[in-house]
């Protein structure tokens, strides 16, 4: 086992990373920006160090900083989180040349996985299926007519760098294409340097579906279940739950078998996810992505299958085989993450960042509440607007939505605006409760409602 991690991350993620550490009896360092002196990482890590101001660029994204502040503290080993490096082929491929082990795949699996076109041909190759697209990068708008023509619209464009929801358009007909590549071709350059474009059809009403894959490098594979991502907004999640409402035992097992063939496939090792879409007549399912790293609504997964997947992660990478009991995990009961976000939803979910004056959390039983804020901390402007992930677990889907409600009803934040109001609504339409909800979902409701989407 590892004797010293550096953390290269912030927020509650880094939180998380440093609480599975301190019960592996591994030291921490966590690095942070000079907006994040105060944030609860800091101060709960065995050391730290300051490693530039604000903005991400000067600080959480420099590679070079990361690797200094490493090499002063001496450690073993870094664990990105998620977001920031923590799918940067170039970062893993340094850190394995300071001899320093990153907590993730291999710098080769998260270049063929990163890319979406190299990801999408990986599984074609290992016999799973995908969606009907370009052969290859989209290099002008000329071709991105004739690909659209020729796979008939609607289709979607998405950035080959993409994730987060961040470099896609979809494109319902011929008017609206131009203007949608050049949009989504510009965020992309912005977002993550790279401006290369793909194109899907675009599977209309479908459910955002991903399986929680956990490989050693001891040839163990597992999948442990899936995670219903369709509550989102411009391809942001904002509630998700494990497991889906939407599943069967036939169509688990084979999304489940698929997954698990891709990352034996690429050689995969450590925590990842794939991304599926499925059709609403719950038959057909299509890869959309491989996630590399943790995902954010890991937790979800961990209440339900009993396990710690931060721990786990650290322990893979130690060389360590996976742990008996994930090895064996079953499913129990229902599980339910809302994302807390400092954002007004009333404002067309502008960011609120600023002072919180009070800030008290749910308790009971079956709550979970992951954060790293507290009453007087300043939300800083510069990254991700989330501020806690309120997890929720019942023994059923009926008990897990009634705890969430009561749980959001005692979570109290003053001082900024969050989402709690607005997933409050939510878990009470029927809609939600009987499980009938797809990814065009909330965009649709947040119309109703008289809010911008």
Same mark, same amino acid.
């Given at each position: 086992m590892f004797k010293k991690v550096l953390v290269a991350n912030r927020g509650e993620i880094a939180v998380?990373?440093?609480?599975?550490?301190?019960?592996?009896?591994?030291?921490?360092?966590?690095?942070?920006?000079? #907006?994040?002196?105060?944030?609860?990482? @800091?101060?709960?890590?065995?050391? +730290?160090?300051?490693? =530039?101001? $604000?903005?991400?660029?000067?600080s959480y994204l420099k590679i070079s900083r990361i690797i200094s502040a490493a090499e002063i503290a001496n450690v073993d080993?870094?664990?990105?989180?998620?977001?920031?490096?923590?799918?940067?082929?170039?970062?893993?491929?340094?850190?394995?040349?300071?001899?320093?082990?990153?907590?993730?795949?291999?710098?080769?699996?998260?270049?063929?996985?990163?890319?979406?076109?190299?990801?999408?041909?990986?599984?074609?190759?290992?016999?799973?299926p995908i969606t009907p697209g370009s052969d290859g990068i989209i290099e002008n708008?000329?071709?991105?007519?004739?690909? #659209?023509?020729?796979?008939?619209?609607? @289709?979607?464009?998405?950035?080959? +760098?993409?994730?987060? =929801?961040? $470099?896609?358009?979809?494109?319902?007909?011929?008017?609206?294409?131009?203007?949608?590549?050049?949009?989504?071709?510009?965020?992309?350059?912005?977002?993550?340097?790279?401006?290369?474009?793909?194109m899907e059809k675009l599977v209309e009403k479908p459910h955002h579906i991903e399986f929680q894959i956990v490989a050693d490098s001891h040839g163990n594979v597992v999948h442990l279940g899936e995670r219903d991502c369709s509550m989102q907004r411009r391809n942001q999640k904002i509630i998700e739950e494990c497991p889906s409402p939407k599943m069967t035992d036939a169509l688990r097992k084979k999304m489940g078998d698929a997954a698990v063939r891709l990352c034996k496939k690429i050689g995969y090792e450590n925590c990842g996810t794939i991304e599926f879409l499925v059709d609403n007549n719950r038959k057909d399912f299509y890869f959309m992505e491989m996630n590399t790293r943790i995902q954010v609504e890991h937790p979800i997964t961990e209440e339900v299958y009993g396990c710690d997947l931060i721990k786990e992660q650290i322990r893979i990478a130690a060389g360590l085989p996976l742990s008996e009991h994930v090895l064996k995990a079953t499913a129990r009961g229902h599980s339910i993450e809302c994302r807390i976000n400092a954002e007004d939803p009333a404002r067309n979910f502008a960011p609120s960042p600023g002072k919180i004056n009070l800030w008290?959390?749910?308790?009971?039983?079956?709550?979970?509440?992951?954060?790293?804020?507290y009453s007087g901390y300043e939300v800083p402007p510069y990254y991700d607007s989330m501020i806690a992930k309120l997890i929720v677990t019942g023994a059923t889907r009926d008990i897990a939505i009634r705890r969430m409600r009561r749980a959001l009803g005692e979570f109290t934040v003053e001082?900024?605006?969050?989402?709690?109001?607005?997933?409050?609504?939510?878990?009470?339409?029927?809609?939600?409760?009987?499980?009938?909800?797809d990814i065009t979902w909330v965009e649709n409701f947040l119309r109703q409602e008289g809010m911008k989407s």
């Open positions: 998380r990373i440093i609480r599975a550490c301190k019960e592996l009896d591994v030291k921490t360092v966590a690095v942070y920006s000079e #907006a994040d002196v105060d944030s609860m990482h @800091v101060h709960l890590a065995d050391e +730290a160090i300051c490693i =530039g101001p $604000g903005p991400s660029t000067e080993a870094i664990h990105p989180g998620y977001g920031f490096l923590s799918e940067k082929a170039e970062f893993a491929d340094i850190c394995e040349q300071c001899k320093i082990k990153f907590i993730g795949p291999s710098s080769r699996v998260i270049s063929t996985m990163g890319d979406k076109n190299s990801a999408r041909a990986t599984a074609k190759a290992a016999g799973v708008e000329e071709q991105a007519l004739h690909w #659209a023509r020729k796979i008939g619209y609607p @289709v979607i464009i998405k950035a080959t +760098a993409g994730g987060g =929801g961040r $470099g896609m358009r979809p494109v319902l007909n011929e008017a609206t294409l131009i203007s949608s590549f050049q949009a989504a071709s510009l965020e992309a350059l912005k977002c993550f340097g790279d401006g290369s474009m793909y008290y959390t749910s308790g009971g039983r079956g709550v979970r509440v992951d954060t790293h804020v001082g900024i605006k969050t989402t709690i109001p607005l997933q409050s609504k939510v878990l009470t339409t029927s809609d939600f409760q009987n499980g009938q909800y």
